[in-house]
């Protein structure tokens, strides 16, 4: 007996899950940016409070590879209050504040703003991006937009991770498991779209998807079937709503070809069943993935 679908994709999930090294390296991270931040912003050493891994991450959707970490951190109301009094561009004068709190920490790392976010740059090609927010009281958040002159904006990560939470306990791990394989089809295959896209259309599919609550055995016919959603999608379309929150995701290229040449792959692969052609499953299973599938 050779190794069968379920084992494959269930390995397939040991090696595009993302390492324990990495995962303690970001930890500690995440806590030494967080203290530093509370102690400017809060009068507090907390390495935790005020603190929230949002994106990707925060989602629990992300994928080996992973080098973007978005982190939201809660500012105090006043603060709100100063910056909103600004005759100029108050959002920028805000990031510059965060951005200049970090510099104590980080004198080495490159730290940026970048509209919305204030960037440090790690030598090993890992990038936190922390958004400075303001809580409302329906528990979304309000930032600061410092392009086009400055103006303040509102999202909800938290009403998504929420979603995403609850959809993939209703269907037996399978979002997250969905979401973090078409990452590593995005990656390999160079993909225009992003986490939150590909996050909000897995999200979408997975709810009406017939095999939704069976495990790794399906997972072939999973990704056979999403790629088939992705390529029937309405071209015209731009944009999607995030689950929980409503928020707008951008297409940000065409998707759509990638999709159908693989969609093809994955039904050959899918009608290999047997344990005799189990290499020329593998392999194309690694032309959709790449060297994360299992060989």
């Known amino acids: 007996m050779g190794m069968g679908v379920s ?5 397939f999930r040991n090696n595009y899950n993302i390492g324990t090294d990495l995962i303690s390296s970001i930890g500690q991270r995440y806590r030494r940016i967080t203290t530093r931040l509370n102690t400017d912003f809060w009068n507090t050493d907390s390495s935790s409070a005020h603190s929230l891994y949002v994106g990707s991450y925060g989602r629990d959707t992300a994928a080996r590879g992973i080098s973007d ?27 510059q504040t965060v951005k200049n709190s970090l510099l104590k920490t980080y ?22 991006e922390i958004l400075p927010y303001f809580n409302n009281t329906d528990g979304s958040w309000t930032f600061a937009e410092s392009n086009g002159g400055g103006t303040w904006r509102q999202c909800n990560p938290r009403a998504e991770m929420n979603a995403v939470q609850s959809g993939n306990t209703g269907v037996n ?28 259309l897995a999200y979408q ?10 495990s790794y055995g399906y997972h072939d016919y999973m990704v056979r ?14 944009y999607w709503r995030m689950p929980g929150s409503g928020s707008y995701v951008y297409k940000t290229g065409v998707f759509w070809m990638k999709a159908l040449t693989d969609y093809d792959i994955a039904v050959d692969a899918c009608s290999l069943q047997t344990d005799d052609k189990a290499a020329q499953r593998r392999a194309k299973w690694r032309t959709v993935f790449g060297t994360t599938f299992p060989i």
């Open 7 to 11: 084992d494959e994709f269930y390995n």
């Open 205 to 214: 599919f997975i709810e009406t998807w017939e095999y939704r609550d069976k």
């Open 225 to 238: 079937d999403f790629l088939k959603y992705l390529y029937d999608l309405n071209r015209e379309k731009t």
């Open 107 to 128: 004198v080495s790392s490159k730290v940026g703003g970048d509209g919305q976010v204030v960037v440090i740059s790690f030598t090993d090609g890992v990038m936190f």
């Open 69 to 95: 970490l978005d982190i939201g951190f809660q500012l105090p109301y006043a603060e709100y209050v100063k910056y909103s009094a600004y005759q100029g561009n108050g959002q920028s004068a805000l990031l």
């Open 173 to 200: 791990g399978n979002l997250k498991a969905l979401c973090r394989m078409m990452r590593v089809w995005k990656d390999h295959n160079s993909v225009p779209m992003t986490g939150a896209l590909i996050d909000a």
